[in-house]
Structure formats: structure tokens, C-alpha cells
């Protein structure tokens, strides 16, 4: 990935980025595209984008052009493994797949995702469109501090992840059980040695483990976790807006990974496919993914949600680490 050294150490300043391009001109659209989109009827959508956010977003594609989504929403790992299933036999049912950048990039390596190009990619950071152009991020998963704003006041909580191994935190911090990319990032962005010795401290605090961001944004926000380490900015902001006793810190270093998208190879449906990728990366869809607490890709589009700076993960150095790092994580966190 370009721009990016092992799980891309760049910083990112979203505020500039979105001055600097703010006067670019996007490249006109393929003309005949909507048309051939209309004719072919509908487009099959894979995703692991939350029902209450994959459903209104196919809603408005609809509404706007005319053409059928049928969607099916699944967790990332159970995603993949359908995709692929249906291709090894020879069933090519879906056109579209949205879901985690690792995930994306095993589609790549399969060889499954057909070459990406569209109107919009200009509008995306350079440091997070794969060399390759099999698939392009439409979102970001912040792994931000989250807290009960009943249990622990904003002040309390520290401008560093180091501080939360002080003793007085014992007992009230959470991670989630499977976040080994974001142990990974940080270890790489501090150096080993510094990276090291912090998680064996934090391992020694004995945070309190919970399988799944939902979830861990869910028990937050009931009072049950009053910190979570590794939470998710998109599972916390749809509470915060319900208002819920729920907000979040961007903690330094903010680590973000890559949601992506991409056409299949053997799409049935391949320009509806081309036509719903670039709705999703217009400013149009990713407003609507604004609106709904998730982090836009786009830099184009201004928000609260991404207005710091942020380390981004290279999906490809996840996928060829991984091995490494749940082990460790594994040693550290889920040990008996």
C-alpha cells in the first residue's frame, strides 16, 4: 500500500487534506453507465455494514436510481467465506462485497475482485487505495477511548494510552477480545520496546474482555464497563445521539482501519455493481454514512468524526502478520 510502512505509520489531518482537494473537480461519470445499470435491474450486495445502516443506504440507491439492492449482511469472517464458496463453485451470485479491509484484501488474493475504478477515488487518502485498485475504503473504524459519562467525567480521562495503566484504573477498563490489529498498530507506532512493556502493564491490570464492539459499546453505555480501551467511534456515536450516557476521547495514537468495497469479477450485475461502489463513494453516500455515526472515507466530506489525526493499518500487513499478533494477544489477554 502506498504511503504506508508496515501497518502505515502515516498520520493523516483530515482538515487539510479536505482544504487542499477542496477545488478539485471530480472526472465526469461514465455517461452510458446508468442506463446499462437500469437495464441489468438490480445489484447484489455482500456486507457486513449494520442492518440499520446497509438497509437505509440500499434504500436511497433505490430511490434514486431505480434499481433493485438485494442485500445480504453477515459478519466479516462468514462474508468471505460465502463469497468464496460460491466462487470455488462456480455460482456467481454477488455483484458488490462491503466489509473490513483485511477481509477485502483475502477477496484480492482469491483473486475474485475485478479491477475498481471510479469518479470518486480522488476523493479517498492516497495511503489507504491498495496499490492493486481491486477495492477502495468507503468508511473508517476508529479504535477510540469510549466511557460512561455517569461513571467517568471527560476530564478524567487521560490524553495518552500510557496513563491507563495507573492502579486507579484497575477494575474499570475493557478491551475487546479480538483487537489484535489495534495492539499491533500501537506496538509499531511506539517501537517494540516501548510497545511492549505498556501491554504487559496493561495485561497486568487485567482489563475486563468482551467479545464483540457492539456489545462493549452496549454494556458502556449501561453503566456496566465504565472505559473501553478499543471500542469502536461508530458503535458509540448512534448511542450518544439516542442520548445515551456514552461519549468518546480520540486517544492518541487514534488507530483506524479501512472498511472497503469492491465489484466482483464475475458480477451478474456488473454495471449496477459499478453504479452502487460509486454511489457509495460520492459525497452524497457518504453523508448518508455521516448521518448515521460512521466515519466517511471520503475527504471531501467534513465531520467531527474524523477531524484528528489518525494512524491508518495496511490491511495487507494485517493479513501477513496475523499469525504474530494473536498470538502475543492471545499471551497478554485471553490466557486462562
Excluded at 489531518?13 to 455517461?31: E, H, I, M, R, Y
Excluded at 466482483?264 to 460509486?278: E, Y
Excluded at 477531524?307 to 499471551?331: A, Q, R, Y
Aim: charged share 25%.
Amino acid at each position: 500500500m502506498r504511503g504506508t510502512v508496515n501497518f502505515s505509520m502515516r498520520t493523516l489531518s483530515t482538515t487539510l487534506l479536505c482544504s487542499l482537494l477542496a477545488s478539485t473537480v471530480l472526472p465526469a461519470q461514465d455517461a452510458g453507465l446508468i442506463d446499462r445499470a437500469k437495464r441489468e435491474g438490480r445489484v447484489v450486495l455482500y456486507t457486513s455494514l449494520a442492518p440499520t445502516e446497509s438497509a437505509p443506504l440500499a434504500a436511497a440507491f433505490e430511490k434514486k436510481y431505480g434499481i433493485k439492492v438485494e442485500l445480504w449482511r453477515a459478519a466479516s469472517g462468514k462474508v468471505v467465506q460465502r463469497t468464496i464458496t460460491e466462487a470455488q463453485g462456480r455460482r456467481y451470485a454477488v455483484d458488490v462485497v462491503e466489509t473490513n479491509g483485511p477481509e477485502m484484501e483475502m477477496l484480492t488474493r482469491e483473486k475474485l475482485l475485478g479491477p475498481l475504478s471510479s469518479p470518486y477515488l480522488a476523493d479517498l487518502p492516497a495511503n489507504a487505495i491498495p496499490a492493486h485498485r481491486s477495492w477502495a475504503p468507503d468508511r473508517l473504524n476508529f479504535f477510540v477511548v469510549g466511557y460512561n459519562t455517569t461513571k467517568v467525567k471527560r476530564a478524567e480521562i487521560p490524553a495518552t494510552y500510557e496513563r491507563f495503566v495507573d492502579p486507579k484504573w484497575k477494575g474499570r477498563i475493557a478491551l475487546e477480545a479480538s483487537d489484535t490489529e489495534w495492539m499491533a498498530t500501537l506496538i509499531k507506532t511506539w517501537g517494540d520496546a516501548k510497545g511492549m512493556e505498556y501491554f504487559r502493564k496493561l495485561s497486568a491490570m487485567r482489563p475486563d474482555i468482551r467479545d464483540g464492539h457492539v456489545l462493549l459499546a452496549s454494556l458502556v453505555a449501561a453503566g456496566e464497563v465504565p472505559v473501553g480501551l478499543s471500542m469502536y467511534a461508530s458503535n458509540i456515536v448512534p448511542l450518544m445521539r439516542k442520548g445515551a450516557p456514552i461519549d468518546f476521547v480520540p486517544v492518541q495514537p487514534v488507530v483506524a482501519r479501512p472498511q472497503g468495497i469492491g465489484v466482483m469479477k464475475n458480477a451478474p450485475h456488473p454495471n449496477a455493481g459499478r453504479l452502487f461502489t460509486d454511489y457509495v463513494l460520492s459525497p452524497e453516500g457518504q453523508k448518508l454514512f455521516e448521518s448515521m455515526g460512521r466515519v466517511p472515507a471520503s475527504t471531501r466530506v467534513k465531520s467531527s468524526l474524523n477531524n484528528f489525526p489518525f494512524t491508518m493499518i495496511d490491511p495487507i500487513t494485517v493479513l501477513d502478520e496475523s499469525m504474530k499478533w494473536e498470538k502475543l494477544w492471545n499471551g497478554f489477554f485471553l490466557k486462562k
